[in-house]
């Protein structure tokens, strides 16, 4: 699709003027591969991308999220309207359309995550990503697992990583993940990440085992070389890790929770848990990742004592 080489090549931008993320890029083109351009618009039976652009008018567009938040899901939906206006966008920036892509009503967005793990529980799934990769002979799920736990990166920005300073640089101190900005989200995606010596531990023995063939070579690569993508062998294999950690609805994005968590825990404040996590708004980031632990809320009693003390002696 034309929309989607001219993204790559930084000249179809986003809303905001921006390039787009390749991983943004790789959602969009499945969605419009399996959801937008086959959908039959109800007037002509025809493919949404068999039609002409000038055909696609808010009324369709429309059909086509309510039919798809019912068919598929609300998530489909929203990703789809996302994805079909981008397209559009590019039409209209180039002059092959006269309007740009309509205001439709969307479903609302799924309800957020509200699991996150104890320590002990992140520390029985890397047990169990080690004895998995013992099983299998290959090295993946423990060092996927690692860098979940040590940095809350999203699965897509840690599977595009490159070894040495411009991604996962273990010879460093303290060893760090450098997130680029191609790889993310926003420009506040774009990080580094110091990361804990146990876990770059479990990664140095990755990387020993992998032996790459040069620095900046893809931490995570198919055979072929290319990246691995988050489903396939990296879904399966997560799936299998979890169950046999003895654990349920544990994701990539519930250890970005619980990370989040974590750090609230231990008394990282609001602007340094949102820059490690790669957002711009702290406050977001408080609101929608960090679940106070029973841990936390045991300690209110105690520092509400320590307040009233304090007061009482003034």
Request: some cysteine; aromatic content about 4%; glycine content about 8%.
């Amino acid at each position: 699709m034309s929309f989607l080489h001219r993204a790559r090549r930084g000249t179809a931008l986003t809303r905001s003027r921006h390039p787009y993320a390749l991983n943004t890029l790789a959602g969009y083109e499945t969605t419009l591969r399996l959801h937008v351009l086959p959908w039959p618009e109800p007037r002509s039976g025809l493919g949404l991308g068999s039609l002409p652009s000038d055909a696609i008018d808010t009324r369709t567009i429309q059909n086509m999220v309510d039919a798809l938040s019912v068919d598929r899901s609300n998530e489909t939906a929203r990703v789809a309207y996302a994805a079909l206006a981008a397209v559009l966008r590019d039409l209209y920036s180039r002059g092959l359309i006269e309007s740009l892509p309509p205001r439709v009503l969307l479903p609302p967005p799924g309800r957020p995550r509200e699991r996150a793990l104890t320590i002990d529980e992140a520390d029985r799934l890397l047990a169990a990503a080690e004895a998995d990769d013992s099983r299998t002979g290959r090295s993946l799920m423990a060092p996927v697992v690692a860098l979940l736990i040590a940095t809350g990166a999203r699965i897509t920005e840690i599977l595009r990583l490159v070894w040495g300073p411009a991604g996962l640089d273990l010879d460093s101190q303290p060893p760090r993940v450098a997130i680029a900005r191609a790889t993310t989200k926003s420009e506040a995606g774009a990080r580094v990440i110091p990361i804990e010596d146990a876990y770059a531990d479990v990664l140095r023995g990755h990387r020993d085992r992998c032996a790459p063939a040069a620095e900046d070579a893809l931490v995570f690569a198919r055979e072929d070389g290319r990246p691995l993508d988050r489903g396939g062998r990296v879904r399966s294999g997560l799936d299998r890790v979890v169950k046999h950690a003895d654990l349920e609805g544990v994701s990539p994005h519930v250890l970005r929770h619980s990370q989040g968590t974590w750090l609230a825990s231990a008394g990282v404040q609001g602007p340094a848990l949102a820059a490690r996590l790669g957002h711009a708004d702290a406050a977001f980031t408080i609101r929608r990742y960090v679940k106070p632990t029973d841990a936390d809320l045991a300690k209110a009693p105690d520092a509400l004592q320590r307040l009233r003390q304090q007061h009482r002696s003034t």
